[in-house]
């Protein structure tokens, strides 16, 4: 979905992303996209804060029941007396899928090896994903399940289609960090509350495994620092070679920022994996580094989901919350 989309356009596509399993979202962005006065409210808001998952999760926040119906959602915005405005101007889709990891771990592994890595997140949220360690693996191959890790921890799965390396364990993590504009301290409960709101509704799994990946990171909270990514990612990475080998990673983050943002970011990137100074792990959707997107076949217009690269190129597609993986 392009966040930078006419209003209507956003909710149309927002709506064809959550359809397969999210039949409330779907419903509700499909109705958004051609209601005018609902669109009238929402272009009264900031560019970047009329995105759907936001506006859906600061309704949801305020006691919109979903499922439900459409007509309490419009009854929120149309009537709302400044609460649910409030809400959504001043907080953020910071949505920290650990589930994801299921799809980043195999290209931690292509990056950088089995050795011990330092890993830096761009756009880290909470952090939940910067403990890849932390958790047991089980890939779902044609070949059957491939399991790694403790099996003591909380295990994350997907179904991986195609052809690629799935490593023996999970990373030995040396050092962890993360960048975001405004991180989203695990410790405090109105704001893990504010990720729990960001997740579909349908979407129990994925709550439990939030709550899962909270508990997992509150026993060591990772270090953040608050700015922006493409100004403090240099000084990260040199902060981080003191520990080891760096690996940089992000998903679904490059897709807010601007485009001439994103390109500075895809030549930062770049730049730094050509001279030596880390690996890349990137997991965005096909038309938000195109750079990279173009290194693998092509993505045709309806499907769905994100490119996995490595280094500056494509391997995989993956699910958006980390359900699949197919190898290019």
Known sequence: MDLFADTATQYAEFAADAAPTSPCFADWSRRVATDEEVLAWLETLPLTKRQPNLVLAAARWHGVPAPGPYAALREALLGDDG??????LERATQTNEAGRLAT??????????????ALLEVGASAGLCLYPDRYRYAWRTADGVRRCGDPAAPELGCTVLGVGPLPAAPPAVVWRAGIDLSPVDVTDGD??????????????????????????????PPYLVRGDLVDELP???????????VLVFHSAVIAYLPEERRSAFHELMTGLVAAGRCHWVSNEGPRV???????????????????LGVDGRAVARTHGHGRSLRWL
């Open 235 to 245: 000084a990260m990475v040199e902060r981080a070679r003191e520990h080891g080998p």
């Open 289 to 307: 580094l195109p750079a990279v997107t173009e290194t693998g076949p092509e993505v045709p217009e309806d499907e769905h989901g994100f490119v």
């Open 104 to 117: 980043l771990v195999p290209a931690f592994a292509l990056a950088a090896g089995p050795g011990p890595v």
């Open 83 to 88: 609460t649910v405005r409030r809400t959504i």
């Open 191 to 220: 704001q893990v509350r504010w990720l729990s709101a960001l997740v579909w509704p349908e979407h129990d799994d994925r709550r439990a495994q939030l709550a899962r990946a909270v508990a997992v990171a509150r026993t060591d």
